[in-house]
């Protein structure tokens, strides 16, 4: 079956600027992550949704981040003002059995976002 | 979560199995190891997970040891589509996945 997708592939910016991000995430999957990954490192958890709540916003760096899931399905991740530190991949992640031990998040292929 | 600590880098011959070890000395009762792989330029790729016994899927072996302070993952067969980060995760119920720099696994031709 269809596995999560994420629009655009890629985006390029001018700093100052806002951006949406989209994540469709698998069909059925409840539960809905976002991570940022800089070059180099490791994915770096930013948000979780359960349905259309934001069950967890700890690793939001700061206010200019905000993500929503109106209809508990497609999540769309909105940063403001951008800045250069903000480029970075950004990946989406969904998961049928949300925060269980034996959960498993299968990830999409990322947005890579650029800030100039 | 259970701090993991992996080799920065491996390299394996095309072909022949590769071993890939994960040291999780603080892992607690409840938390699962997790193995994902992520090749340049995509998503992080799940393989395999298990909480107290070996585990096998149609994709790699995950062998825990008895005191569950470390854990290898085993690819049989490696091929240059093996060649990947590697990240080994100790994740709890209800916590986050953490991921570390991982292990850059170089399968050589």
Known sequence: ?116 | DAKTTQPPSMDCAEGRAANLPCNHSTISGNEYVYWYRQIHSQGPQYIIHGLKNNETNEMASLIITEDRKSSTLILPHATLRDTAVYYCIGRNYGQNFVFGPGTRLSVLP
């Open chain 1, 1 to 116: 079956g269809a596995g999560v997708s994420q629009t655009p592939s890629n985006k390029v910016t001018e700093k100052g600027k806002y951006v949406e991000l989209r994540c469709d995430p698998i069909s059925g999957h409840t539960a809905l992550y976002w991570y940022r990954q800089s070059l180099g490192q490791g994915p770096e958890f930013l948000i979780y949704f359960q349905g259309t709540g934001a069950a967890d916003d700890s690793g939001l760096p700061n206010d200019r981040f905000f993500a929503v899931r109106p209809e508990g399905s497609v999540s769309t991740l909105k940063i403001q003002r951008t800045e250069r530190g903000d480029s970075a991949v950004y990946l989406c992640a969904s998961s049928h059995r949300p925060r269980e031990s034996a959960d498993t998040q299968y990830f999409g292929p990322g947005t890579r976002l650029t800030v100039l």
